[in-house]
């Protein structure tokens, strides 16, 4: 779905050639057109009976006790992936070389990064970009106290903000907020900046990448391909990497939720909050501009 994605945006956003593209990411031209003819929510696949059994298992420690050692001899001297491959088959190990060629280099790309490693950066472009989070909050609907929770959007640039609250923290509710938002603000930015929730990511990589890799989910993707969205991830306890949402969080709290709001609906909520931003973002300056 990734790929998908990629060779969506690079046609639609970035204007490349079908033949510029199919170079750029070592793809058929034909697939690369199957890829632009793609509308569905996202593709499937069979589905395997049975999962193939890890083969790396307990020799993981013994490959991360030889990586460990051959770090501090000459560079000549370190053993290849290769060469560590058939150390691993005379102990015993029955997978294959390509298994133990990544894990190389993933745990190489976590010890020493250097120019690999990236930060997401705190000035943007118009249009750019937007910052996504939810809080948890409390209103009066119909007289009664509910625990509702706010999906909160930040464009980066204009500082424009957007909330629309839910009962829950679904992900279909992720899905329709981000519909409502880009209707709201009447256009779509080149990325999205996220945290990393279940709606959103699958799994984050801790070993041998520490966090700095993830799998998104696929239908959470295929919303992302149908708005031709690059999706940002933040790097796990870096709340700094979508600063301006995290603050947004605590202000929207003090501005629009005390003392606590009373609707007789959550739709007249709602429309409420989109008035209140309309209001912020005319009445209140621009923090650098």
Known sequence: METIAKVRRLYHLDKETVSHISRKMNLSRATVRKYLDHVGDEPKYPQRKSRPRPQLGAFEAILQQWLETDAHLPRKQKRTARRLFEGLQKAGYQGAYDSIQRWVKAWKANVRPGLHQAFIPLSFRPGEAYQFDWSSETVILDGVAMAIKVAHFRLTYSRMSFVRAYPRETQEMVFAAHQEAF???????????????????????????????????????????????????????????????????????????????????LDQLNAWLWERCQERAQNHAHPEQ
Do not use: S
């Not at 996220?194 to 919303?223: Q, S």
């Not at 149908?226 to 301006?244: D, F, M, N, S």
């Open 183 to 265: 209707l709201a603000f009447e256009g779509v930015p080149e990325r999205g900046i996220y945290d990393n929730p279940k709606t959103i990511v699958d799994v984050v990589y801790n070993r041998p990448l520490k966090g700095r890799e993830r799998d998104f989910n696929r239908r959470f993707l295929a919303l992302m391909n149908h708005y031709l969205i690059r999706p940002t991830a933040c790097t796990v306890a870096a709340g700094w990497e979508k600063g301006q949402v995290e603050n947004q969080v605590g202000n929207i709290r003090e501005w629009f939720f005390t003392p606590l709001p009373h609707f007789e609906t």
